[in-house]
């Protein structure tokens, strides 16, 4: 198994900044994907950005040139550096990580961590 943590949701005014943090921990041979969605009240959850074990990102068209997600292969762990924070910003942080937990596993798993809540105020 698998345990996805979040941390480093807060609450900030328009305009500040936050970074997030997902630490994957367990039967982990390597990542492949790994990925932070958020989700607004009353919203459905929706993908925010992405990063591959080699280092591709994509970004949803609102965030751009404000959110950078970068990843520490040795340390399982992806973050998510947060700019220019807006109040529609505002949601339930989640990471998503595919995971081939052994060497000889030819498939991926993904994992969803609990969420870290981040509020932007305006």
């Known amino acids: 198994q698998v345990q996805l943590v979040e941390s480093g949701g807060g609450l900030v005014q328009a305009g500040g900044s936050l970074r997030l943090s997902c630490v994957a921990s367990g039967s982990i041979f390597s990542i492949n994907f790994m990925d932070w969605y958020r989700q607004a009240p009353g919203k459905q959850r929706e993908l925010v950005a992405s990063?591959?074990?080699?280092?591709?990102?994509n970004y949803r068209e609102s965030v751009k040139g404000r959110f950078t997600i970068s990843r520490d292969n040795a340390k399982n762990t992806a973050y998510l550096q947060m700019n220019r924070l807006q109040p529609e910003d505002t949601g339930n942080y989640y990471c998503n990580a595919g995971v081939q937990h052994t060497r000889s596993a030819n498939y991926v798993m993904a994992y969803w961590g609990k969420g870290t809540l981040v509020t932007v105020s305006s």
């Open positions: 990063i591959t074990s080699g280092g591709t990102t």
